[in-house]
């Protein structure tokens, strides 16, 4: 499967399916230099087959986890790729989950004003999600892709087989957004995960998640309107992973939680959340308001007291609804359980 992301001024395709990653061989050159970029958990034979596909490259590991999108991280890659004699023309690929992601996309648009790269996304977040739309970035202290660019990719190969040794707490984590695609955009996505063998239509999901996606992103490149819907449980979602130290809970079970507290409709906030224990994602998590809610004042997403946030109303339809921050606290406080 095929979908192709045209934007204003660039387009790429995105390739899903089992061994897509075989694709690359057509998009690699003998003449350019290839950076690839991954962690040390991705599997070494995964590593070893992207790198068969490059004449000349190069393989730098940084360690696994939100950590290393920090300053520290980047400042490293980049001094690695100044030694390795990256020009701009050549490439940077990008071999991993979100992090990987989002830490070699923001390296690819800032090393020399801009090099190319290309993403293998090897975890459901970064396949439903993070390795299209453009946003790279970087974390400031404690504050979340603070530090970022538009910067797309030049092509995408989502492989479902490399996601065989992701563990199952990953690939449950990284559907919620997929999960949050549905109840925003296609109540028919959504559907699915009230089946209980959900799982085995894991490539319908993707593929659908990506149309949601593909279709907010070309309307709403740079996030002036629609695409802020992508943020739909993100506000809190966030707060609760920063108030966590970005350790405890992974970001899709944050964003899951986040989407609770913005469900306009009861019944439908039961469902999700029975929806939500039944990926065992986890649902009850406590923390302390005033904690959060000062995180998320910090968020960047924060225009002066008010913040857009996203609400749904029914599944497969969301708005966007600027609320003052003792709003936001008050819809926590309605059904929340203080640490
Ligand atoms: N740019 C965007 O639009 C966007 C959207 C959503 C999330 N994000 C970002 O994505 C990040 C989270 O992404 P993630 O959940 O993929 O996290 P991740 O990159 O940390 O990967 C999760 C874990 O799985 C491991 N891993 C990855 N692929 C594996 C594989 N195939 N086999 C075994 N282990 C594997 C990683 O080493 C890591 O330990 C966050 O930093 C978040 O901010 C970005």
Same mark, same amino acid.
């Given at each position: 499967?095929?979908?192709?992301?045209? @934007?204003q001024?660039?387009?790429?395709?995105?390739?899903?399916?089992?061994?897509?990653?075989?694709?690359?061989?057509?998009?690699?050159?003998?003449?350019?230099?290839y950076?690839?970029?991954?962690? /040390?958990?991705?599997?070494?034979?995964?590593?070893?087959?992207?790198?068969?596909?490059?004449?000349?490259?190069?393989?730098?590991?940084?360690?696994?986890?939100?950590?290393?999108?920090?300053?520290?991280?980047?400042?490293?890659?980049?001094?690695?790729?100044l !030694?390795?004699?990256?020009?701009?023309?050549?490439?940077?690929?990008? &071999?991993?989950g979100?992090?990987?992601?989002?830490?070699?996309?923001?390296?690819?648009?800032?090393?020399?004003?801009?090099?190319?790269?290309?993403?293998?996304?090897?975890?459901?977040?970064?396949?439903?999600?993070?390795?299209?739309?453009?946003?790279? !970035?970087?974390?400031?202290?404690?504050?979340?892709?603070?530090?970022g660019?538009?910067?797309?990719?030049?092509?995408?190969?989502?492989?479902?087989?490399? +996601?065989? /040794?992701?563990?199952?707490?990953?690939?449950?984590?990284?559907?919620?957004?997929?999960?949050?695609?549905? +109840?925003?955009?296609?109540?028919?996505?959504?559907?699915?995960?009230? $089946?209980?063998?959900?799982?085995?239509? &894991?490539?319908?999901?993707v593929?659908?998640?990506? +149309?949601?996606?593909?279709?907010?992103?070309?309307?709403?490149?740079?996030?002036?309107?629609?695409?802020?819907? @992508?943020?739909?449980?993100?506000?809190?979602?966030?707060?609760?992973?920063?108030?966590?130290? +970005?350790?405890?809970?992974?970001?899709?079970?944050?964003?899951?939680?986040?989407? @609770?507290?913005? &469900?306009?409709?009861?019944?439908?906030?039961?469902?999700?959340?029975?929806?939500?224990?039944?990926?065992?994602?986890?649902v009850?998590?406590?923390?302390?308001?005033?904690?959060?809610?000062?995180?998320?004042?910090?968020?960047?997403?924060?225009? $002066?007291?008010?913040?857009?946030?996203?609400?749904?109303d029914?599944?497969?339809?969301?708005?966007?609804?600027?609320?003052?921050l003792?709003?936001i606290?008050?819809?926590?406080?309605?059904?929340?359980?203080?640490?």
């Amino acid at each position: 499967m095929e979908i192709q992301i045209q @934007l204003q001024h660039k387009s790429y395709p995105i390739y899903l399916g089992n061994h897509t990653i075989d694709k690359l061989q057509a998009y690699v050159s003998d003449e350019k230099k290839y950076f690839i970029l991954t962690d /040390t958990n991705i599997p070494e034979s995964l590593v070893r087959q992207v790198q068969s596909y490059c004449k000349q490259s190069t393989i730098y590991k940084v360690e696994p986890g939100e950590n290393s999108k920090s300053f520290a991280t980047y400042k490293a890659v980049c001094e690695a790729c100044l !030694a390795y004699g990256m020009q701009r023309s050549d490439v940077l690929i990008a &071999l991993g989950g979100g992090v990987i992601g989002d830490l070699g996309g923001f390296v690819a648009s800032s090393y020399m004003r801009g090099i190319s790269f290309m993403s293998i996304p090897t975890t459901t977040l970064s396949q439903i999600d993070s390795s299209i739309g453009g946003k790279v !970035a970087i974390n400031l202290d404690h504050v979340k892709n603070i530090i970022g660019a538009f910067y797309h990719p030049d092509a995408v190969f989502i492989d479902f087989t490399t +996601l065989a /040794t992701l563990p199952k707490r990953h690939i449950q984590s990284g559907l919620v957004e997929a999960l949050k695609a549905g +109840l925003i955009h296609d109540a028919s996505l959504y559907e699915i995960f009230k $089946q209980p063998d959900y799982m085995d239509q &894991l490539e319908t999901i993707v593929f659908k998640a990506l +149309l949601v996606k593909k279709a907010v992103v070309e309307q709403d490149e740079k996030e002036s309107g629609l695409r802020k819907t @992508l943020n739909f449980g993100h506000t809190i979602g966030h707060g609760i992973e920063a108030y966590y130290d +970005l350790k405890t809970y992974y970001h899709g079970e944050c964003v899951g939680l986040g989407m @609770l507290y913005f &469900l306009e409709d009861q019944k439908l906030q039961e469902q999700v959340k029975t929806i939500l224990q039944h990926m065992q994602i986890p649902v009850d998590v406590p923390f302390e308001i005033s904690k959060v809610m000062q995180i998320i004042a910090k968020d960047k997403k924060a225009k $002066q007291t008010h913040i857009d946030v996203v609400r749904v109303d029914q599944p497969g339809h969301a708005y966007i609804q600027p609320l003052e921050l003792s709003e936001i606290q008050a819809l926590i406080e309605r059904s929340h359980h203080e640490k």
